[in-house]
């Protein structure tokens, strides 16, 4: 299946790209925004792609081969983008965009263990690396009860929280907790029955909240807002599409207390969702929320 990337008629206004731009795209992936974002750049413009996924680095070198702007791809995460932009011998950026969902080519890699919908082991590294020294079944087999609980109540906003830990403690006694299928099943019958014909599968938030502590997600997101903010230019434009509430929370206080600091303006007073013709053809926009910063 695909990747679609969400909102592109509006991130690539909010951008509003001058043609010599340094952009940066802290979460390039399959490259469909950047492709968009590197036909407004001329040979002068300069893309700088990361992503901790080499898989995504290749699919987005293809994409951008024929571009007249200078392609710049990154192996790494986001959170070092102050390293990464000044070992390309750069001070500052124009233009930041991190679109922080995860995309389908990801969730359908089982050896990659992010989907409760197909079996695959319990890993959840961005970086595909199956040899990580920290993968969700290190903390769903070795985490204390009260870690757990910590997890899927801060990261995955999960009401069954002591339900679902109570249950994996108990079957990891039993015998390793070791694929995706095992855990969905434990969560699945850990949790009421009204709880299980819900909108959303009983899994989601405790799968969300593992991916997150894996990757640490929130600690990343709030250094690069930090050290991105510190090395845009005046009138610099940080654009973020988050896909969950604690990541929207994160984004909107950051660009609020720049505010507050008179060191930069909001130009989405409320974020941006994707229009009822976008929903219809790709049902992943539907939770995703555009909020835009410039800096004074």
Do not use: C
């Amino acid at each position: 299946m695909a990747h679609i990337p969400v909102l592109m008629n509006e991130v690539i206004d909010g951008l509003n790209i001058n043609e010599s731009d340094v952009v940066v795209d802290g979460t390039i992936n399959g490259g469909g925004h950047s492709l968009e974002i590197s036909k407004r750049l001329s040979d002068s413009g300069i893309l700088i792609g990361i992503d901790l996924d080499k898989d995504a680095l290749k699919l987005s070198e293809k994409k951008l081969r024929n571009s007249n702007a200078q392609i710049n791809l990154v192996n790494d995460n986001f959170k070092n983008i102050t390293k990464i932009v000044n070992n390309l011998d750069l001070d500052l950026v124009d233009k930041i965009l991190l679109d922080l969902g995860w995309s389908s080519n990801q969730f359908e890699d089982k050896e990659r263990g992010f989907s409760f919908m197909i079996d695959g082991p319990l890993l959840m590294t961005l970086s595909g690396d199956s040899d990580s020294a920290f993968t969700a079944y290190n903390i769903i087999n070795d985490w204390s009860e009260n870690s757990l609980i910590d997890i899927l109540e801060g990261y995955g906003e999960e009401k069954y929280a002591w339900h679902i830990v109570k249950a994996i403690i108990r079957e990891r006694n039993k015998k390793p907790i070791s694929s995706t299928f095992q855990l969905a099943n434990i969560i699945s019958e850990s949790v009421p029955l009204k709880y299980k014909r819900g909108k959303i599968h009983p899994a989601t938030k405790t799968f969300q909240a593992l991916r997150i502590a894996v990757n640490d997600e929130l600690g990343s997101l709030k250094k690069v807002l930090d050290d991105g903010f510190n090395i845009l230019s005046s009138n610099g434009r940080l654009v973020i599409i988050t896909f969950h509430s604690i990541e929207d929370r994160i984004v909107k206080n950051f660009f609020r207390d720049k505010k507050k600091e008179g060191l930069a303006r909001l130009l989405t007073k409320k974020p941006q969702i994707a229009s009822r013709e976008e929903l219809l053809n790709n049902k992943r926009s539907r939770s995703a929320k555009l909020r835009i910063l410039i800096k004074k």
